[in-house]
């Protein structure tokens, strides 16, 4: 069974620039999950999708993060423009969904440095 | 909203010494899982607990859910080098079961 897929693994730019993630979760999960992971943090949910619907952004930095996902399938997250404090790993997560379902399973991330 | 903190945040151990991380939610939890996250890598599944009071055995590690399902705790015996890295618990509440993960206690073991 494939795992969850991230592009790209890493990417650099400049403040001010825009960037898109790309993740594609296991296949049959409802439930996708977008974390920021500050070096020497815990993960920090930015959003959770159930299939194609939202039901939770309430950390997510509305003013220039946005996410969508697409016929309940792959999802990106864009930030636009991208500030300092972006610089982080962005993981993406999937899970059947459920009380008992959302054990998670995680992608490699895509690591982020903004100069 | 719901926090949840764990402590030691850091923690040494010579190999072969046991070693405990707790976790400690704000809120009355549906269940909590433990993962792993080693040294440049993503956080890995280990387990889930959903009773109240339920303790888990995985080898040398040990899991326990408290009573009150608002901490957690892992117990490993006798850490290995393989035992390094972060572990991270998160804790799901709600009728969405939004996930929130802990600050985490990173384990480094001296050979």
């Known amino acids: 069974e494939a795992g969850v897929a991230q592009s790209p693994r890493y990417k650099i730019i400049e403040k001010r620039q825009s960037v898109a993630f790309w993740c594609n979760p296991i296949s049959g999960h409802a439930t996708l999950y977008w974390y920021q992971q500050i070096l020497g943090q815990g993960p920090k949910l930015l959003i959770q999708?159930?299939?194609?619907?939202?039901?939770?952004d309430s950390q997510l930095p509305k003013d220039r993060f946005s996410a969508e996902r697409l016929k309940g399938v792959d999802s990106t997250l864009k930030i636009q423009p991208a500030k300092l404090e972006d610089s982080a790993v962005y993981l993406c997560a999937s899970s059947l969904g459920g009380t008992l379902g959302n054990i998670q399973y995680f992608g490699a991330g895509t690591r982020l440095s903004v100069l | 909203g719901q926090q949840v903190m764990q402590i030691p945040q850091y923690q040494h151990v010579q190999e072969g010494e046991d070693f405990t991380t707790y976790c400690n939610s704000s809120t009355t939890l549906s269940n909590i899982q433990w993962y792993k996250q080693r040294p440049g890598g993503h956080p890995v599944f280990l387990i889930q607990l959903v009773k109240s009071g339920e303790v888990k055995k995985q080898k040398r590690l040990t899991f326990q859910f408290g009573e009150a399902k608002k901490n957690s705790s892992l117990h490993i015996t006798a850490t290995q080098t393989t035992d390094v890295g972060t572990y991270f618990c998160a804790g799901s509440s709600g009728g969405y079961q939004k996930v929130t993960f802990g600050t985490g206690t990173k384990l480094q073991v001296i050979p």
């Open positions: 999708f159930q299939n194609n619907g939202v039901v939770d």
